[in-house]
């Protein structure tokens, strides 16, 4: 358990630190994005710009931290709106059964057997440079797992001695629900989220990267990672090592914190 807690802070402070950096960075160092400085453009790291400049010579720390910030408000709103729809769905399945449990569940196997990305792109392609475009089309393809988790939380415990004592005593189906449903999917949930926020960082960048998510002038690592390929021809490295590895500290925090959160199966019937 203190391997857990220690993993838990650590994992904590990583995203704190991502999250503080993606915020105060653009604001202690503000850039214009719209104004270039050719003759600054293509600078390596230094001391002047720690992460380098890209063509147009903008400080790529400052650019990072933007495209950082943009990239987590779209995926916790996505991870936000999609773990709700997922509890709704998987305690209401769960707990009543019957047909709405078979076409919630039938639902989420047509959702689940279409290619996420495929149908993003589909959604995105109709109204580019969207944000909400985006969250939407993210959300729709997000909700199925948490929905599953949830479920199978609920039926671990509908036939459980205390919840058939709830129901002789008269408690409603939605008073039953709030009181012994929803804390024992609360946990499961949680997790769910926090691994819905790297997923949807993923997924928004990869949207971006292929030209169909947030255009191009609005700083995101999607774009900054689209960016960088004619950079790496020119030897710019840092143009793409820089926006990539946010990408991956941002997946790697939030995965140790998910995990820490995780308590065994055993713990929590106890």
């Known amino acids: 358990m203190a391997d857990r ?3 838990s802070w650590v994992a904590a402070a990583a995203v704190v630190l991502l999250a ?3 915020i105060l960075a ?6 214009d994005e719209s104004i270039t400085d050719f003759a600054a453009g293509g600078q390596g790291p230094g001391a ?3 992460f380098g400049t890209d063509d147009s010579g903008r400080d790529l720390l ?9 990239s987590l408000v779209i995926a916790l709103a996505t991870a ?3 773990t709700l729809v997922g509890l709704v769905v998987g305690i209401t399945a769960g707990a009543t059964g019957g047909w709405w449990d078979r076409i919630s569940m039938r639902v989420a196997d047509a959702m689940t057997a279409v290619p996420s990305l495929l149908l993003s792109l589909l959604i995105v392609s109709l109204f580019r440079g969207s944000l909400i475009a985006i969250v939407v089309s993210l959300v729709l393809t997000h909700w199925t797992a948490t929905a599953r988790v949830v479920r199978a939380e609920v039926l671990s415990v509908r036939k459980a001695e205390y919840v058939e004592v709830a129901r002789l005593h008269g408690l409603t189906a939605t008073r039953i629900a709030r009181v012994h449903f929803l804390p024992v999917a609360a946990g499961q949930a949680r997790i769910a989220g926090v691994l819905l926020i790297a997923h949807a ?6 949207l971006s990267f292929l030209g169909v998510g947030l255009p191009p002038h609005q700083a995101s690592l999607g774009t900054l990672l689209a960016d960088s390929g ?6 710019h490295w840092w143009q793409l090592v820089f926006p990539a590895g946010a990408i991956v500290a941002v997946t790697l925090a939030l995965a140790t914190l998910a995990r820490s959160l995780a308590v065994p199966r055993k713990e929590t019937i106890a």
């Open 20 to 22: 503080g950096y993606a």
């Open 5 to 7: 807690s220690r993993a």
């Open 26 to 31: 653009p604001i202690v160092h503000p850039i």
């Open 201 to 206: 960082v993923w997924h928004e960048s990869t």
């Open 62 to 70: 400052t650019l990072v931290a933007k495209g950082m910030r943009v």
């Open 230 to 235: 004619q950079a790496l021809l020119l030897g």
């Open 80 to 82: 936000v709106i999609s």
């Open 48 to 50: 002047q710009h720690w």
